[in-house]
């Protein structure tokens, strides 16, 4: 990795730590460059634009939430198993990160920009509707390998899924449930039991 690149990448985990608290609003090139040591012109040198540094920052905490959550377990045998071992990594991202200590970064940019049109907005739309969309596929392939029912609805349970750890990003965090982590395996364990293909 070159100076730059490293540079970069050391900016851009700082703007997801900070993001993920403050949320985009929050931050801003002269915030950042006084926490890093850096010019502020130096910074904005890598990114042109606030609105360009924050699509870097949805690029990049995409790129390290694959890394941590779907390559390793695409190494898991297919279908309930890969499914099950998703879930569970999907949980340690959202619950011990240290790159993100205001929590998931998705989460907290939904609320923030949901309903302000542009090209930022567009990416975090478009990553959420791959999840999705992967998320789907996984259960497609639990029906194609006989472990889910064969009238089971993807999509749903796609959404289903999602809803769950949503969930339990509130409880969790504004509610400060105890309960949550319990409450939302239990969801997840009905969910899978009403997914299952009778025997």
Not at 122 to 146: C, F, N, P, Y
Request: net charge neutral; glycine share 8%.
């Amino acid at each position: 990795m070159s100076k730059g690149q490293q540079t970069r990448s050391t900016i851009l985990s700082e703007a997801m730590r900070a993001a993920s608290v403050e949320g985009f609003q929050g931050i801003s090139i002269g915030m950042l460059a006084e926490r890093l040591g850096m010019s502020k012109s130096g910074l904005f040198a890598h990114f042109g634009s606030k609105e360009e540094l924050e699509k870097a920052v949805l690029d990049e905490t995409a790129k390290r939430f694959m890394d941590a959550i779907w390559a390793p377990v695409m190494r898991e045998p297919r279908g309930q198993p890969r499914i099950e071992a998703l879930f569970r990594r999907w949980l340690d991202w959202t619950q011990n990160n240290a790159d993100l200590p205001g929590g998931c970064l998705f989460v907290a940019l939904a609320a923030e920009i949901d309903d302000k049109a542009g090209p930022v907005r567009d990416q975090l739309a478009d990553l959420q509707r791959q999840w999705q969309a992967m998320l789907a596929r996984s259960a497609q392939i639990a029906i194609q390998e006989g472990h889910f029912r064969a009238d089971l609805d993807p999509k749903q349970f796609a959404f289903e899924m999602q809803a769950i750890v949503l969930g339990l990003n509130f409880y969790r965090r504004l509610l400060q449930d105890p309960a949550a982590i319990r409450r939302v395996e239990d969801a997840f364990a009905g969910l899978l039991q009403r997914s299952m293909r009778p025997i």
